[in-house]
């Protein structure tokens, strides 16, 4: 199960909006509603921001959203601030043989 | 729901690593329990690595790692116990516990664990 691509880097002003995408196959991010995104600070575990492709914990600001479309997912934050700064990663279930498949992380800067 | 990682800081090439991640704020009477881990390399991305499911003890492991991989339960100690076979410098990572919750998602995480594979 090869991992999902996401784009290395992803920057923006404050205020600004930037997508993060998440591309898969059709056996994972494109034939399941099942896709999850978590923020990552440095030395810290993942928390969970974004799942079931479009839902958001109530704990998470309504700034993050989330979408699919085909095989790619893809995770908005708008209105952007300097906490977001982190990691992002995507996942998506992928079948019971292998069921998880991580995406590749995506770095988000503040300029 | 808190998780808790526990094992060696170290481990020798070719060694058997052995992680226990602890958990609380899970009933066994209502809850349906699902524990996986979940491996970074520094600087890398995660990588799932086993699930287990409490209620029938199904487990499930990444294919391409599943030959080196044990993931087991205790129930009175409210363990996940993950065991690792012939350790590799390639497998010096954080490794973490999390909760399988509905949907999917991995959620809460442990703090982690990091181990480092080195002679």
């Known amino acids: 199960q090869s991992a999902l691509t996401q784009p290395a880097s992803v920057s923006g002003s404050p205020g600004q909006s930037i997508t993060i995408s998440c591309t898969g196959t059709?056996?994972?991010?494109?034939?399941?509603?099942?896709v999850s995104w978590y923020q990552q600070y440095p030395g810290k575990a993942p928390k969970l921001i974004i799942y079931?492709?479009?839902t958001r914990p109530s704990r998470v600001s309504s700034r993050f959203s989330g979408s699919k479309s085909g095989n790619t997912a893809s995770l908005t934050i708008s209105g952007l601030q300097a906490d977001d700064e982190a990691d992002y990663y995507c996942?998506?279930?992928?079948?019971?043989?292998?069921?998880?498949?991580f995406g590749t992380g995506t770095t988000v800067s503040v300029l | 729901v808190t998780l808790t990682e526990s094992g060696p800081a170290l481990v020798k090439p070719t060694q058997t690593l052995t992680l226990t991640c602890i958990f609380s704020?899970?009933?066994?009477?209502?809850?349906?329990?699902?524990l996986a881990w979940i491996r970074q390399p520094p600087g890398k991305a995660l990588e799932w690595l086993a699930r287990?499911?409490?209620?029938?003890?199904?487990?499930f492991f990444n294919t391409s790692l599943k030959t080196r991989l044990a993931i087991s339960k205790d129930t009175s100690k409210s363990q996940v116990v993950l065991t690792m076979t012939n350790m590799d410098p390639v497998d010096t990572a954080t490794y973490y516990c999390?909760?399988?919750?509905?949907?999917?998602?991995?959620?809460?995480w442990g703090q982690g664990i990091l181990v480092t594979v080195s002679s």
């Open positions: 704020g899970l009933s066994f009477n209502n809850d349906v329990i699902r």
């Open positions: 079931e492709v479009t």
């Open positions: 999390a909760r399988v919750r509905s949907g999917e998602v991995f959620d809460p």
């Open positions: 996942s998506s279930y992928a079948g019971s043989a292998t069921p998880y498949v």
């Open positions: 287990i499911d409490w209620d029938d003890d199904d487990k």
């Open positions: 059709s056996s994972d991010v494109g034939n399941y509603n099942l």
